[in-house]
């Protein structure tokens, strides 16, 4: 007999339960009905996640999986229904960790060893938790467990604790603004305004009338009693999109807007006092902007108080396969299609792909793919891309390799010269050098390097050892 829940609200609730294991899918149906509850059991991960919304479940419970696998069920879960609590049956301390990390305070642990009475109070626990909550604050899910994004998960969960600038820069389509999104909705500002500026947009007379306001009506942006975006900002969050094309008289005008402490009234002769936070982004280094004299040095003092520095895609390969799910299950509950599995050969390809898109690229491709259903005909323009983008980098490392300084090593002594030997020891350094790039953007996976090289895994092992490559 099963101890019932002490709560007789929480009976009939309903319950979906994903486990691949039928004993165990029996086993959990037994004990979940035996609470009082409704348990809806699925064996596959797709027809789970594809009656989500038409279930309308109070609680998710995970059955045990690998982390990656449970990783990419939590955020199609919070894609899905971000209010919706998840427990997970497992005894690996990452998922615990990925769930602190990501701010899932409602995604809860339990040990594959459990004694029923842990387990039915860790479903009331987990039920009480969301009836308490009601509809939890949405933030954006920023996907990825690399050492790079793990930081920036941390540097943003701390900075709910300050109100200063916070400075993020990136190349394009790394997801700027996804960062700047996911600050606001992790601070106490979170249920006050977002506004958003491009600065890149707009020509300065416009610009300057919508970030300070203006006398006559000009701009298409702001409220028809021309007040400013700042104004509008208030209590909230202002978020400076490409502040590398700031104009220098706005510059100027800005800097001002920090010193004064507001935006100076003409009616009344004294600064309207603001109280927002202030988010810039750009796409390349203020810190050489300054250096050559582009971007006032004062101004960059003011706003790179925090600095987040978001990575390319081609330096957290490891993201990509993870991502790339999420991707997908995005566009597919978009789209209104079923759960949509990309293969492990894609993912493969992905993986050794340079990405200059970044997560933009990546979400176009994966969204053609789901629509024209077809991966064969996309892994094709990809690869077809991939050799471009090494036959440009071959083409410069030869261009480096092969220097005049080089030629002058070889023909200091014109009677020893060999025009055989001068070759193949260019071939050698060549090689050599495109091994070390090709390892390096992999962080060493050599099946992937083997893969993009187009020589066999026991080739390139050969080469390493003999070029002492480590």
């Known amino acids: ?11 009939y609730k309903k319950i979906v339960i994903l486990e691949s294991n039928q004993n165990r899918r029996d086993y959990l149906r037994s004990i979940i009905s035996g609470f009082g509850y409704t348990p809806f059991i699925f064996e596959k991960e797709t027809i789970c996640l594809d009656n989500l919304h038409s279930l309308e479940p109070d609680l998710v419970i995970s059955g045990p999986s690998y982390p990656r696998r449970i990783f990419r069920f939590i955020n199609t879960v919070k894609l899905r229904q971000f209010d919706l609590p998840v427990l997970v049956i497992s005894s690996d301390p990452l998922i615990q960790d990925y769930a602190q990390l990501n701010g899932f305070a409602d995604v809860s642990i339990i040990e594959t060893n459990f004694e029923i009475s842990q387990f039915r109070e860790s479903i ?18 920023i996907i990825g467990n690399s050492p790079e994004m793990v930081r920036i998960k941390k540097v943003i969960s701390e900075l709910q604790r300050f109100n200063e600038p916070v400075l993020v820069q990136g190349e394009i389509g790394t997801g700027k603004e996804l960062v700047a999104r996911a600050i606001h909705s ?70 001002r807007f920090f010193e004064e402490g ?76 079923s759960h949509y599995e990309i293969s492990d050969r894609t993912k493969d390809v992905f993986c050794s ?63 020893s010269i060999s025009l055989k030997h001068v070759c193949k020891e260019f071939l050698v350094r060549i090689e050599k050098r ?3 790039k090709v390892l390096a953007s992999t962080n060493w996976n050599r099946r992937k390097a083997a893969m993009i090289l187009n020589i066999s895994y026991k080739s390139l092992l050969n080469k390493i050892k003999a070029y002492e490559l480590g």
């Open 262 to 337: 507001g935006i100076f009234q003409k009616e009344t002769g004294v600064p309207e006092a603001h109280d927002i936070s202030l988010v810039v982004s750009s796409r390349t280094s203020l810190d050489m902007l300054v250096h050559k004299g582009h971007f006032r040095k004062d101004l960059f003092y003011r706003l790179n108080v925090f600095r987040i520095e978001i990575p390319p895609l081609r330096h957290r390969i490891e993201d990509i396969p993870t991502l790339a799910d999420f991707v997908a299950d995005k566009f597919c509950m978009d789209l209104g299609k």
């Open 186 to 255: 992790q601070s106490e500002r979170r249920h006050n305004p977002f506004v958003k500026v491009n600065l890149a947009e707009l020509p300065l007379e416009l610009l300057e009338c919508d970030l300070f306001g203006c006398d006559q009506l000009t701009s298409t942006n702001k409220a028809q009693d021309g007040k400013s975006l700042i104004h509008f900002a208030q209590t909230g969050t202002l978020f400076l999109e490409t502040i590398e094309t700031i104009p220098a008289a706005l510059q100027v005008k800005l800097l």
């Open 124 to 141: 009331h626990r987990a039920l009480k938790n969301k009836l308490i909550a009601g509809q939890g604050t949405k933030y954006p899910l």
């Open 434 to 436: 495109l091994m070390q």
């Open 1 to 11: 007999m099963y101890p019932k829940s002490a709560n007789q609200t929480d009976q």
């Open 353 to 415: 792909y340079a990405w200059p898109g970044n997560v933009r690229e990546l979400e176009d491709l994966v969204r053609a793919m789901i629509l024209q259903g077809d991966e064969d005909a996309i892994l094709e323009r990809l690869i077809l891309n991939r050799k471009s983008q090494f036959q440009t980098t071959l083409d410069e490392d030869i261009n480096m390799v092969v220097s005049p300084g080089d030629v002058k090593e070889y023909i200091r002594d014109l009677r």
